[in-house]
């Protein structure tokens, strides 16, 4: 029985990606692999949303083209997602070790050409980066038992690829055009996690506000989106539902709705904001305004006080001045995020801010990351602090990673929250009593608790 690694770079999407290859080969006879050292097979799941990502992967397949092939000549390795997408062969002629190249409308072919390159004892190459019609339907087996977490809480893929064409983006090129699944199958999907002990569910996809445009009209002012949020809460047994990533255009008054009336939705929401200036988010052709973000949060507290808002922001957008990033710097003030991802523009090739003027050196994105980074956290350290005291409902996941002893467990507005528990725990709902706070977590008691 071969063996498989699969080493993932990126994304949720990714992750989830890598999981439903994993659950195929492993319904195919392939066995999961401790480490890329013992397998038979190594992939990388790549990410091409920055250089960084990018380099890590290849500086990751030389290092096992080199030392590991020496040691294991006839280990099979190949690149597949995002990265192998938007390189293809090139890959090959500068890797040229490299088995397999594996595009994200091909991940369901994973096992065939595994068996073929196997068989052929690496005297073949396959690229295959084609798009394939309905491939966004194929994203759905599951690995439940894979670790103990993923048992309690399930990430299900409604749709692939993206047309907002944000012009510092890539992935509008290395996942296609925006492609939805149905709500019958995805709803199915859910039902059967559910069946199998799941208790939270995700819904994931690169603009999930968007799902469904094409198929489902608008139903009593509901967008596809929110008729699918009705129609994942209503299955029994269920008991929490989140998604990421939305965009800011998609919170009409149907979604923030949906947050009042639907128990099971969670109250916290990741909102990619990228820049609180007008003028460079029209230049990143994101399709609204400062302003319109604020009414947006607004909205969403008036609804739900206690939700949770994080973004993504990028520092050093192609013209950025001083100016600009002071707009982004006092719209984090204003909103007060309680966490926020911020990255530095990273030129991405064929996009068009690649090639716009004013490319902003990179000790000023450094600088203005580091400003950032330090705001940013000073104000979610406040608001985790808040939670001190406080009384919190928790989905208990598992044992931590780095503790066996504690057990970890998420609040409605996603944070994570370690308390002493046991395997007893794991998938309950529990209250919990917040008595400290470290850096992203806080700490719970659950002895007020009446399990
Ligand atoms: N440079 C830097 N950050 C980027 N992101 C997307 N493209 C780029 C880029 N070219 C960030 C955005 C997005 C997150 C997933 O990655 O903030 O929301």
Not at 12 to 30: C, F, I, P, T, W
Not at 279 to 287: F, Q
Not at 416 to 431: C, P, Y
Request: with cysteine; net charge neutral.
């Amino acid at each position: 029985m071969p063996s498989v690694y699969i080493k993932t770079y990126g994304c949720q999407m990714n992750e989830r990606d890598s999981e439903a290859v994993a659950a195929q080969l492993v319904a195919k006879g392939y066995a999961l692999a401790k480490s890329e050292a013992a397998a038979d097979v190594v992939l990388l799941n790549t990410c091409s949303v920055r250089d960084l990502a990018e380099q890590k992967a290849i500086n990751k397949m030389k290092n096992l083209v080199g030392t590991a092939r020496s040691e294991k000549r006839d280990q099979i390795v190949g690149f597949m997602g995002c990265m192998a997408q938007s390189r293809g062969q090139e890959l090959i002629d500068k890797l040229p070790d490299v088995d397999l190249v594996l595009g994200t409308q091909k991940f369901h072919r994973a096992a065939e050409y595994l068996d073929e390159l196997l068989a052929g004892g690496r005297r073949t190459k396959i690229v295959d980066i084609a798009a394939e019609a309905r491939s966004e339907a194929t994203i759905r087996e599951h690995l439940l038992n894979g670790s103990a977490k993923t048992s309690v809480s399930a990430f299900v893929s409604i749709m692939q690829g993206c047309n907002q064409h944000c012009t510092f983006c890539i992935v509008p090129s290395t996942r296609g055009e925006e492609r939805s699944r149905t709500i019958d199958d995805i709803v199915a999907e859910c039902r059967e996690l559910v069946s199998r002990g799941v208790r939270e569910i995700t819904l994931l996809g690169q603009i999930v506000t968007s799902f469904g445009k094409r198929d489902y009209p608008l139903l009593d002012g509901k967008s596809g989106f929110v008729q699918l949020l009705d129609a994942v809460h209503e299955i029994e047994g269920l008991e929490r539902i989140r998604f990421t990533s939305p965009h800011p255009k998609g919170y009409g008054d149907d979604l923030v709705d949906a947050y009042a009336r639907l128990p099971k939705l969670c109250e916290s929401a990741h909102i990619p904001l990228q820049s609180g200036s007008d003028r460079i988010l029209k230049l990143m052709h994101r399709g609204y305004t400062r302003e319109k973000f604020l009414a947006i949060v607004e909205k969403l507290r008036r609804a739900k006080p206690g939700i949770g808002i994080t973004t993504d922001i990028i520092v050093g957008f192609p013209g950025e001045t001083g100016e600009d990033f002071e707009l982004t710097l006092s719209l984090c003030r204003e909103v007060q995020f309680d966490n926020a991802y911020i990255f530095k523009y990273s030129q991405r090739r064929d996009t068009p801010a690649a090639g716009m003027p004013d490319q902003v050196p990179l000790e000023i994105r450094e600088e203005r990351n580091e400003r950032l980074l330090h705001l940013v956290n000073e104000i979610a350290a406040r608001k985790y602090d808040a939670f001190i005291g406080r009384q919190v409902e928790i989905l208990v996941e598992g044992p931590s990673k780095k503790n066996a002893a504690r057990y970890t467990g998420r609040t409605r507005c996603n944070r994570i929250v370690l308390f002493d528990g046991s395997a007893r725990h794991q998938g309950q709902l529990m209250d919990v009593k917040i008595e400290r706070t470290g850096s992203f977590t806080l700490y719970g008691d659950p002895a007020v608790v009446n399990l």
